[in-house]
């Protein structure tokens, strides 16, 4: 078997109580855990960039849903980049790229069918924790194939600053989309969703009602809402969409640390009368968009039509940090933690 030399213990991240309402510091936990080589048929990653995401407070919950709870006490799970340093794997060498799930951990022993190659020399590493990877393709499949967008329609967007929406109007706008509207969380973001990012119009949410503030950067009204928010914001949206318009439900941050349920929308039925449809979606069931997502998205990057940020919180020890900002909105595009 081909390693490296080893360190005895790496530190990963537990979870040691389950959330009520907003996570806090002492909800986690920084353990030491041995580092052994790798059972045949696995690799041992040394993580070097871990993705923290929305979806992982929900993870934290006992409640039945489509990814199951995180185990007290265990090692939570999450996206991460990093490199083989010990191999027991037919295909894999020391030094590979790889991308797999067991983040929140410095040292990853992976099964081999999880682990996935990636090219470090097409894009940095942690591209494929962000744009090229799952929130990237969550945008894409979401726009063109559940949002149905087609060349000429509007969008709105919430989120818009955050990965997932950053690329949702990007790609509106490189489709032929005829507006771009995005709304995020401070004066800042929105100042480059315009100036940055070509979106038409965007809000800061926090300046005002949403449904006012839409009506003035869409007076016409949308085709297509990508919803990232939930609440107030799929509220207006259910306002400002056309005659057969399409509403992606994708994410309801708003309302992830919430114990109460939301109030809005409350104009469920107008969806009637439009004959609007309103779709859930989870990335998991677009995969076999992959290939076309990364060589179309890909391409916009590497002719500079697409524009990506990453918010890096330094240090492994800092992740739970890095997790409980990205719910408060401190990133502007993908939230990741260096390693070290
Ligand atoms: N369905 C799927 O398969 C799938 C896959 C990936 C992601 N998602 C969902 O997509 C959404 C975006 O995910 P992401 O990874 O791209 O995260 P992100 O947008 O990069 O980061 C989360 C952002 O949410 C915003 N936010 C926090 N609280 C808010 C509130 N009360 N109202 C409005 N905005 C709020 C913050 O930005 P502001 O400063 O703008 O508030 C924050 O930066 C999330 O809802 C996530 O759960 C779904």
């Given at each position: 078997m081909a390693q490296q030399s080893l360190p005895a213990t790496g530190r990963e991240w537990h979870l040691v109580a389950r959330p009520q309402g907003w996570p806090t510091p002492a909800d986690f936990a920084l353990v030491e855990a041995p580092v052994t080589a790798p059972a045949p048929g696995h690799v041992l990653v040394r993580n070097e960039y871990l993705s923290v995401d929305p979806y992982m407070r929900g993870r934290m919950n006992d409640a039945k849903s489509y990814a199951p709870p995180y185990a007290l006490g265990e090692a939570m799970h999450g996206g991460a980049v990093g490199r083989v340093v010990?191999?027991?794997?037919?295909g894999f060498a020391v030094g590979d790229a790889v991308l797999h799930g067991l983040g929140w951990r410095e040292y990853a022993a992976v099964p081999a069918g999880q682990a996935f190659k990636v090219d470090a020399d097409a894009a940095p590493l942690q591209a494929y924790l962000g744009v090229l990877g799952m929130p990237g393709l969550t945008a894409y499949a979401g726009l063109l194939?559940?949002?149905?967008f087609q060349e000429g329609e509007a969008v709105f967007v919430s989120g818009a600053a955050g990965a997932v929406g950053s690329v949702v109007g990007q790609v509106a706008k490189l489709r032929g989309a005829s507006l771009v509207v995005g709304s995020a969380g401070s004066d800042e973001k929105v100042r480059k969703l315009v100036e940055?990012?070509?979106?038409d119009a965007a809000f800061?949410?926090?300046?005002?009602?949403v449904a006012g503030q839409l009506a003035k950067a869409a007076p016409e009204g949308v085709d297509v809402y990508f919803d990232n928010v939930g609440g107030e914001h799929l509220e207006a949206a259910i306002g400002a969409l056309h005659l057969h318009g399409r509403a992606v439900?994708?994410?309801?941050?708003?309302?992830?640390?919430?114990t109460t349920p939301p109030a809005a929308p409350r104009n469920l039925a107008s969806v009637i009368g439009k004959r609007l449809t309103l779709q859930g979606m989870l990335?998991?069931?677009?995969?076999?968009?992959q290939r076309e997502f990364v060589a179309e998205v890909g391409g916009w990057l590497a002719e500079g039509r697409l524009r990506f940020e990453e918010t890096v919180v330094d240090g492994f020890e800092n992740a739970v940090d890095a997790f409980l900002g990205l719910l408060r909105g401190a990133n502007t595009g993908k939230m990741l933690v260096r390693v070290s």
């Open positions: 010990a191999s027991a794997a037919e194939r559940v949002g149905r940055e990012y070509g979106f800061n949410y926090k300046n005002g009602d439900l994708c994410g309801a941050i708003a309302q992830y640390n919430d990335v998991g069931d677009h995969y076999d968009l």
